[in-house]
């Protein structure tokens, strides 16, 4: 997750808390003489739970990418530091064909056509 959709989580979790915050508020002062607690803390503690579930997430998903990281590390290879890069369809292909005709004549043939 990138800080673009960091902040637009956090931006929509922040209207939601307002839009929730003002609800609970209209819905309090339709009660009638009842103490009422004031909007502003009110969004306040919503923002709040926003906060700590986007925290929990990003916490979550940074978790997730530390494993991917450690494992692309670990994961061997002799390009050291390098990044992984997947071989395209073409090139599995031709190496399976290879690897399945080796030993064959047609390897020699497969061979002498791609040079």
Request: aromatic residues 2%; proline residues 3%.
């Amino acid at each position: 997750m990138n800080d673009e959709e960091k902040k637009k989580l956090e931006e929509d979790a922040k209207k939601k808390a307002e839009e929730e915050a003002t609800k609970a508020a209209a819905s309090k002062q339709d009660e009638g003489n009842k103490p009422t607690t004031t909007p502003l803390i009110d969004i306040a503690h919503a923002a709040a739970k926003r906060m700590e579930k986007a925290n929990e997430e990003t916490g979550r998903l940074i978790k997730r990418q530390e494993d991917l990281e450690q494992r692309r590390a670990l994961g061997g290879g002799s390009q050291a530091g390098t990044p992984y890069v997947e071989p395209s369809e073409e090139e599995r292909k031709k190496k399976n064909a290879k690897e399945f005709f080796k030993g064959t004549q047609l390897e020699k043939d497969i061979e002498a056509a791609n040079k």
